[in-house]
Structure formats: structure tokens, C-alpha cells
């Protein structure tokens, strides 16, 4: 079992940047790839970013390809995703997943296990 606590959210003006973070707690995190998915308003909950065992793999939905960037410090038991040059259509709950790493990512959200509670995210124009 993967226990996982989103934070960073908050209110931001278009240009401007969060960090998100996720913080596990439970299983080896280490073992486990980790995403952030989002949902606004009326919408699906959509990826938008996903991390293997180490930096070498990373994607991202094209969307935020160039603004986010997704880390994880495995000593640290903790995933982040930084997030620059905010545009309004950003405004979502974003919620931090994970599963076991079994080679590739993966970009469905019922592929993952494990959820953080979500950290809204508003940026106004």
C-alpha cells in the first residue's frame, strides 16, 4: 500500500508559476512510477505528466510539453511538478498517482492504484 498527499496548489496570475508536490508514505516509492492527472470543471480527468524509476523517462501531454516539468527525489519519498507560465485553461484539481513500475509509463487513469486527495490549482487571466 502507497499512501500519497498532494500540496502546492493555490491562485496564480497567467505567467505564473506553482510547484506541486507529492509525498509518499508506505511501500518502497521508489518502485513506482509516478503521474499528475488533472480534472476542471466539467471535464474528465486527463494525464499530464508521468515519471519512470528515474529521469530518463518522462512524458508529458502536449498541452504543457515546454512549461511543466515533472521530478521525483526517491530518498526524499516525493514527486514534484513544477509549473511555469500558467495559462487559464491550467485551472484543475491536480491529483498525484502511482503505480508499480512494470517498464513503461502509463497514461490511463485506470491503470493507477494509488491517489493523492488532489491540490486545486486556479490561474486567472
Known amino acids: 500500500q502507497v499512501q500519497l498527499v498532494d500540496s502546492g496548489g493555490g491562485s496564480v496570475q497567467a505567467g505564473g508559476s506553482l510547484r506541486l508536490s507529492c509525498t509518499a508514505s508506505?511501500?518502497?516509492?521508489?518502485?513506482?512510477?509516478v503521474a499528475w492527472f488533472r480534472q476542471a470543471p466539467g471535464k474528465e480527468r486527463e494525464f499530464v505528466a508521468g515519471?519512470?524509476?528515474?529521469?530518463?523517462?518522462?512524458n508529458y501531454v502536449d498541452s504543457v510539453k515546454g512549461r511543466f516539468f515533472i521530478s521525483r527525489d526517491i530518498r526524499k519519498n516525493m514527486a514534484n511538478l513544477q509549473m511555469n507560465n500558467l495559462k487559464p485553461e491550467d485551472t484543475a484539481v491536480y491529483y498525484c498517482?502511482?503505480?508499480?513500475?512494470?517498464?513503461?509509463?502509463?497514461?490511463?487513469?485506470?491503470?493507477?492504484?494509488?491517489w493523492g486527495q488532489g491540490t486545486p490549482v486556479t490561474v486567472s487571466s
Open positions: 508506505g511501500r518502497t516509492f521508489g518502485n513506482y512510477a
Open positions: 498517482a502511482a503505480e508499480r513500475w512494470v517498464g513503461q509509463l502509463k497514461y490511463s487513469q485506470e491503470e493507477y492504484r494509488y
Open positions: 515519471i519512470g524509476l528515474n529521469h530518463y523517462v518522462t
